[in-house]
């Protein structure tokens, strides 16, 4: 299935953790500082290396896609952390 991608940078607000799949693995949902949200996939395995305490306030690097549910996160990056404060302006 083609499908098209978006790349931009978001600050991470809140990661609230979603219902399990049914395979039993974790899914999460990011809200951004625009208020704009987006899930990660189900049975994507690196979903188990989010520490969202860590994330959460920090500028990320995210690539998605659109679904007939909304967005969903195909993976997501920390830029150079001494990035952090830069507005998001600054990225476009």
Do not use: C, Q
């Amino acid at each position: 299935m083609n499908y098209t991608t978006f790349t931009n940078n978001f600050r991470v607000t809140k990661i609230e953790r979603d219902n399990n799949s049914r395979n039993g693995n974790p899914r999460f949902k990011f809200i951004f500082d625009n208020n704009f949200e987006m899930k990660t996939p189900v049975d994507a395995g690196w979903v188990y290396a989010i520490v969202p305490d860590s994330i959460e306030g920090e500028v990320v690097r995210v690539k998605y896609r659109t679904k007939r549910g909304g967005y969903e996160i195909l993976g997501l990056s920390i830029p150079d952390r001494s990035t952090k404060h830069i507005p998001l302006s600054a990225f476009n």
